[in-house]
Nanobody, 115 residues
């Protein structure tokens, strides 16, 4: 059974940093792409960042220059380094693994940034 597990969330003050991890279990393949999304309280889920298996990256404008996505394919892990955090970054963060035929989601990890 394919499972994704996010971790690394927590509570920080504005200007602080957190590093999120998304680890995959239960399969031998790796994802063609992994995306991070977030869902702020009372709002819709929004795209944050994406990394392809080939290493190409994309970021939402709201996090560009502050967040860095990276991966360790051997460990089936994708990281999201979040620096210069702002209160508006407060959200539940989810990772999604995509393959040519499927999509898998984790349960999320909460990030809370106080001013």
């Amino acid at each position: 059974q394919v499972q994704l597990v996010e971790s690394g969330g927590g509570s920080v003050q504005a200007g602080g940093s957190l590093r999120l991890s998304c680890v995959g279990f239960g399969y031998t393949f790796w994802c063609t792409g992994v995306r991070w999304y977030r869902q702020p309280p009372g709002k819709d889920r929004e795209f944050v960042s994406r990394i392809l298996a080939t290493g190409g990256t994309t970021y939402a404008d709201s996090v560009k220059g502050r967040f860095t996505i990276s991966q360790d394919n051997a460990k089936k892990t994708v990281f999201l380094q979040m620096d210069s955090l702002k209160p508006e970054d407060t959200a539940m963060y989810y990772c999604e693994c995509t393959t040519p035929s499927s999509s898998y989601w984790g349960q999320g990890t909460q990030v809370t940034v106080s001013s």
